[in-house]
């Protein structure tokens, strides 16, 4: 779990990114994700964080770059490093090989 001021910068940054994209309301977003408004809308108050699939799948909705999102997953595989014991394991626990 992040930390609350963390959570807080992504939820900013998250609405940001969206309404810059050309998706003025959240539903819409929330709808090309394949996911309910409410659920939706929930991260961008920063009162959940999104898994690591629906992040991948935001950055491609969004059309965030690929270095900006091996950056993403990078951070991620690192913080899975830190939890689990071996790197496989964190590997796996993101979703497969490197």
């Given at each position: 779990m992040?930390?609350?001021?963390?959570?807080?910068?992504?939820?900013?940054?998250?609405?940001?990114?969206?309404?810059?994209?050309?998706?003025d309301r959240a539903r819409y977003f929330a709808k090309s994700l394949g996911i309910e408004e409410n659920r939706y809308t929930r991260y961008e108050r920063a009162e959940v964080e999104p898994n690591l699939t629906l992040i991948h799948k935001m950055c491609e909705t969004l059309r965030v770059s690929p270095r900006?999102?091996?950056?993403l997953r990078q951070t991620a595989l690192d913080t899975l490093w830190a939890i689990y014991d071996n790197r496989k394991q964190a590997l796996d626990a993101l979703g497969g090989a490197d």
């Amino acid at each position: 779990m992040l930390a609350p001021e963390v959570r807080s910068q992504f939820a900013q940054r998250l609405k940001n990114l969206r309404t810059q994209r050309g998706f003025d309301r959240a539903r819409y977003f929330a709808k090309s994700l394949g996911i309910e408004e409410n659920r939706y809308t929930r991260y961008e108050r920063a009162e959940v964080e999104p898994n690591l699939t629906l992040i991948h799948k935001m950055c491609e909705t969004l059309r965030v770059s690929p270095r900006v999102r091996e950056l993403l997953r990078q951070t991620a595989l690192d913080t899975l490093w830190a939890i689990y014991d071996n790197r496989k394991q964190a590997l796996d626990a993101l979703g497969g090989a490197d």
